[in-house]
């Protein structure tokens, strides 16, 4: 762990999510991550890097108790995991954004809260406080399919906020969204956590992103069975401001030194990979051509087998006879041919 800075330290206390030998394992024989041991205190901003495959999402998912552990403990606030979640302590944001398109801005924001028996007035009240708060103000009786990717993004954060959690999860959230449409949601997630002062933890694949936004950062290794590989701290200033921060000398080491961990992480996850998968020298499974004959017969059986020209042909004239007949029109050689009538 390195300090980059020392300047002002980031917002820590009492920790508010322990992650104490969790292991998850799918199907008996998956082993997606393996005795992992963390803590995140309240109101800091956490950030997830890995490669690809190493078990971010399952491990975010273990947290919000969408996914139940195989073994170890994770508490959040003091509760276990389902117990948190079954007093709302989560907020969570996925890759995609799950809007109802039927529902309007404002219907999408208030579905939590009707599920929850809040009166009008209440309901009101808060969704207008919480567009305001993603600068959606104004979008209120507009659809989901009249806005655009980034602001599709904004809704699905104000859904997570609705409910006042005390931790916001972040799967990715930017990662199908254009460089200017990211950095201006960046710097909206940066202003929502400086005043409602949460604690965030976000999965990102952008090593920039995460020093920009984040207090520490924790790099993954290489699944399966991954695990925590390095923690890197940030002791950057706040407000940060992404103009300033480009001649920041305490900035640029801190991205140096995490790109330079990414790197290495990078490097080690190729290896493994060229050495057979895993730590457990687990190779992948190979494509049989028996599977893939299997395949091909079944999808003959449901979808037919590929038609020849002569049936083809065949079938677009008699397609073409059935049309004149219904329409009552005299069919002539050139129609009856597939040509059009002079």
């Known amino acids: 762990m390195t300090d980059v800075s020392k300047t002002d330290a980031p917002k820590t206390g009492e920790p508010i999510i322990k992650i104490e030998n969790v292991s998850k394992i799918f199907g008996g024989t998956v082993k997606a991550v393996d005795n992992v041991n963390l ?5 800091e901003f956490f950030a997830l890097l890995g490669p690809s495959g190493c078990g971010k999402t399952t491990f975010l998912r273990v947290i919000a108790d969408l996914e139940q552990a195989t073994g170890g403990t994770a508490t959040a606030n003091g509760m276990a995991a389902a117990d948190a979640r079954s007093a709302r302590a989560y907020g969570y944001v996925f890759q995609a954004a799950g809007l109802y398109p039927w529902r309007t801005i404002a219907g999408n924001v208030r579905l939590p809260l009707e599920i929850m028996g809040y009166t009008k007035a209440q309901m009101e009240e808060r969704v207008a406080r919480t567009l305001d708060l993603v600068n959606l103000t104004g979008f209120e009786r507009k ?13 699905a954060i104000a859904q997570a906020l609705i409910k006042k959690p005390k931790i916001l999860l972040l799967d990715e959230p930017f990662c199908a969204l254009d460089a200017l449409t990211r950095a201006q949601l960046q710097d909206s997630v940066m202003d929502i956590h400086a005043r409602l002062g949460n604690t965030v933890i976000m999965i990102t694949h952008d090593v920039d992103e995460a020093v920009l936004l984040s207090d520490r950062i924790v790099m993954m290794s290489n699944g399966p069975a991954a695990g925590i590989g390095e923690i890197h701290d940030l002791t950057l200033s706040r407000p940060r401001r992404r103009l300033e921060l480009g001649e920041n000398l305490d900035y640029i080491a801190a991205r140096s030194m995490a ?11 190729a290896i493994s990979d060229s050495k057979g998968g895993s730590s457990t020298n687990e190779r992948r499974p190979r494509c049989n051509p028996w599977h893939v004959k299997a395949l091909r017969r079944r999808h003959h059986f449901y ?3 590929p038609r020849s020209r002569k049936r083809q042909q065949h079938q677009r004239a008699s397609a073409l006879l059935r049309f004149v007949q219904r329409r009552s029109i005299t069919p002539t050689s050139s129609l009856a041919c597939g040509h059009p009538r002079s």
């Open 39 to 43: 803590e995140v205190n309240r109101g």
């Open 143 to 155: 659809f989901p399919w009249q806005l655009s990717g980034g602001m599709q993004q904004r809704l």
């Open 259 to 269: 790109r330079t961990l990414w790197f290495v992480f990078t490097i080690i996850a």
């Open 303 to 305: 979808c037919g087998r």
